[in-house]
């Protein structure tokens, strides 16, 4: 069974302030995407990163994959209120699979 | 654009019941998906479509059941509803499978079982 844990479950920080969410998975992975999800809505994709070692960035977001394609990491730099949501990261362990796996999620909340 | 449309957007139903939940997208995207979300557990994949007539079980097919006799729609049906059923249903669909395709979500539909 695989497992595939994101930390921390929940983060409240300032506006202004950086931080850092991990995704981590027991199983190697063909590749990631990491979503936000708002309150009362579905998830909205963010990035898929399919390359160990690959870095993406998006504004102010920076996705990290990891080398061993068993771990992935999303920084914000400066977060503002709107960055508030939940970040859920989601692989698919098999090329060719149509299954996605999701995390648990990290909440973030960004004060004003 | 509507996207991917789902209703009911809340259903109420005591044990033993059944129901329907629809799926509608506009996008002519050959996959579709449904997934539950509870609290603390993520997004579980219950069943899934890569096409028109055929269907395939995820991660928590049990319990419930699927159908996709038209490709814009796939239906979530729940035969004699439990209080364990009671979560978020989501609805996804992509272009092609999930690996490099974005899938764009519903809205939800919050269902509780009594």
């Known amino acids: 069974t695989q497992l595939l844990e994101q930390s921390p479950q929940f983060l409240s920080i300032q506006e202004g302030e950086n931080l850092t969410v991990y995704c981590n998975s027991s199983s190697v992975f063909s590749s990631l995407q990491w979503y936000r999800q708002e309150p009362g809505e579905g998830p909205v994709l963010l990035v898929t990163?399919?390359?160990?070692?690959e870095v993406k960035k998006l504004k102010r977001l920076t996705f990290q994959f990891g080398d061993a394609r068993k771990d992935s990491s999303l920084h914000i730099t400066a977060a503002q209120p709107g960055d508030t949501g939940l970040y859920l990261c989601?692989?698919?362990?098999?090329?060719?699979?149509?299954?996605?796996?999701f995390g648990t999620g990290t909440r973030l909340t960004v004060i004003p | 654009n509507a996207g991917v449309t789902q209703t009911p957007k809340f259903r109420v139903l005591k044990t033993g019941q059944s129901m329907t939940l629809l799926c509608a997208q506009d996008?002519?995207?050959?996959?579709m998906y449904w997934y539950r979300q509870d609290p603390g557990m993520g997004l579980r994949l219950i069943h899934y479509?890569?096409?028109?007539?055929?269907?395939a079980k995820g991660e928590v097919p049990d319990g419930y059941n699927v159908s996709r006799l038209k490709k814009q729609n796939f239906l979530l049906g729940l035969e004699s509803a439990a209080p364990s059923q009671t979560s978020v249903y989501f609805c996804?669909?992509?272009?092609?499978?999930?690996?490099?395709?974005?899938?764009?979500f519903g809205a939800g539909t919050r269902l509780s079982v009594l």
């Open positions: 479509s890569v096409g028109e007539g055929t269907t």
């Open positions: 990163v399919v390359t160990g070692g």
């Open positions: 996008m002519n995207h050959e996959y």
């Open positions: 996804a669909s992509s272009y092609q499978g999930v690996a490099k395709n974005i899938q764009y």
């Open positions: 989601a692989v698919v362990y098999q090329t060719g699979a149509n299954n996605l796996f």
